[in-house]
Antibody, heavy 117, light 108 residues
């Protein structure tokens, strides 16, 4: 069955960096666009970034543009999110998600990132 | 960005009830509206895409309708496993995709 498993979260001070990973299995990873979607505690989801199936195109929300970088390694079925210059307002559960269209077919359970001094 | 507004924010209902949740977009989004179910501590699950197409494996008691700016999710006969939070999401035109604030469905 489809599995998306995030890792790399934790507690970090404002201004520091963190790298999230998402290991995919159970579907043809290389044919799906992949996203990061975050949920602040007790709130609804917020789309963060997307990368095309082959890694050639990326797009970001205004709130993370210039600070976060999405990438993928199709040989390892893995998605990444490099997060730099972290802010308190970046605190959230970060989900990776796969899409075959303008919706999210598959989701990971998420990993908590807490930015706090 | 396109704003999505759901109503109600919370809803109490009983097993067997028919329930309707609405979602309104701040501008027309054609039929590019998707619905998700999320249970505590779990990932969201796609229920309906393109406003009315049921995702594979989703029970037929779930249905969606609407186009333009106004959409509805209906559960025809609530089951115990349906108590969760529901989100709408628009996928119209260019990014960013945006979500509603959620509707928490609770047991009466």
């Amino acid at each position: 069955q489809v599995q998306l498993v995030e890792s790399g979260g934790g507690v970090v001070q404002p201004g520091r960096s963190l790298r999230l990973s998402c290991a995919a299995s159970g579907f043809t990873f290389r044919t799906y666009a992949m996203h990061w979607v975050r949920q602040p505690p007790g709130k609804g989801p917020e789309w963060v970034a997307v990368i095309s199936y082959d890694g050639s195109h990326q797009s970001y929300s205004d709130s993370v543009k210039g600070r976060f970088t999405i990438s993928r390694d199709n040989s390892k079925n893995t998605l990444y999110l490099q997060m730099n210059s972290l802010r308190v307002e970046d605190t959230a559960v970060y989900h990776c998600a796969g899409s075959s269209g303008n919706y999210f077919d598959y989701w990971g359970q998420g990993i908590l990132v807490t930015v706090s001094s | 960005d396109i704003q999505m507004t759901q109503s109600p924010s919370s809803l109490s209902a009983s097993v067997g009830d028919r329930v309707t949740i609405t979602c309104r977009a701040s501008q027309t989004i054609s039929s590019s509206l998707n619905w998700y179910q999320q249970k505590p501590g779990k990932a969201p699950k796609l229920l309906i895409y393109a406003a009315s197409t049921l995702q594979s494996g989703v029970p037929s008691r779930f249905s969606g309708s609407g186009s333009g700016t106004d959409f509805t999710l209906t559960i025809s006969s609530l089951q115990p496993e349906d108590f969760a939070t529901y989100y709408c999401q628009q996928g119209y035109s260019s990014l960013p995709y945006t979500f509603g604030q959620g509707t928490k469905l609770e047991i009466k």
